[in-house]
């Protein structure tokens, strides 16, 4: 099943690093499609590929064979957060989230007032003409994020974004980013290391095997869309984030941290 015109299509794709003996296979073989609007989250054992299959789609990394296509209608850039923020600490807030717009070479005014208008969103206002510096981890990742949507990507790529945050911060931005990415309809891929985030967020939550990370199953949470936060407390939350773990546990070792 398949989408006519999906905005990114994997096939057959795999990665290795290093040559000879060495080589370590990360990921693969493994098909995604991924069809316009829709948010897809991608759930794993540490160290299978997950990054790997993200520096692909953003195009840092080539694969070894097979392909990842992205299509796009336009000259928008995909936009691809990483868990470690990567905002610059020598630019302020508004700079920052205007970077991606003065690359595009957006006129001045109109980044500015865009950046602007993200910040606000993101409840940054206050904070244009402060240096990252003075804020907490949560400010810096709406930074990120704002720095993100701001150049309205045809694709949104983020790896673990919410992965270095407390608990309780970490609840508020997914509840931020659903009702943001609802609002948009922005096609997304976003990994994570919680079954809680990835049933709160997607259309679907792909399950990926221990490394070389290919997907094992597919789930699609059953909640209506515009969805809140408050699904987390109902039944078919529960069940839905107990059966992920199931199929998840098998893939995970033994000495790794149970997912949040
Ligand atoms: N640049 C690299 N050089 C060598 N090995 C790498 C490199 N990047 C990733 N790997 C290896 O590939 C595997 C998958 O890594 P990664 O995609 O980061 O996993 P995940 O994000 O799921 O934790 C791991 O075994 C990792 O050590
Ligand atoms: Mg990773």
Redesign the pocket.
């Known amino acids: 099943m398949g989408h006519p015109h999906p905005k990114l299509q994997a096939r057959t794709l795999t990665r290795s ?2 040559r000879g003996h060495r080589t ?1 296979a ?2 693969g073989p493994l098909d995604l499609t991924v069809a316009p609007g829709e948010f897809t989250c991608v759930v ?1 054992p ?8 993200l520096r692909i789609a953003a195009g840092l990394l080539r694969p070894t064979s097979g392909e990842l296509a992205i299509r796009t209608d336009s000259d928008r850039p995909a936009a691809m957060i990483f868990q470690d923020y990567g905002i610059y600490d020598w630019k302020t807030v508004q700079a920052n989230v205007r970077f991606g717009l003065d690359i595009q070479k957006v006129p001045r005014r109109e980044a500015d007032a865009r950046a602007t208008d993200w910040l606000s969103r993101m409840g940054l206002a206050d904070f244009a003409d402060a240096y990252p510096s003075a804020l907490s981890g949560g400010m810096r990742q709406r930074v990120a994020i704002a720095r993100a949507l701001a150049v309205e990507p045809e694709i949104l790529l983020m790896d673990e974004p919410f992965a270095a945050l407390d608990a309780q911060l970490r609840t508020i931005l997914q509840d931020e980013l659903l009702d943001l990415t609802q609002t948009t309809r922005t096609t997304t891929l976003f990994i994570t290391h919680s079954l809680e985030e990835a049933i709160v967020l997607g259309d679907r939550v792909l399950v990926m095997s221990a ?1 070389p ?1 290919r997907i094992i199953a597919e789930r699609r949470p059953p909640f209506a869309r515009p969805r809140t936060g408050d699904i987390r407390a109902t039944p078919e939350f529960t069940a839905l984030k107990g059966e992920l773990w199931d199929l998840l546990r098998g893939e995970v070792r033994r000495d790794e941290v149970v997912p949040a």
């Open positions: 690093f290093g370590v990360a990921l794993g540490s160290g299978c590929g997950k990054s790997t299959l490394r990370g």
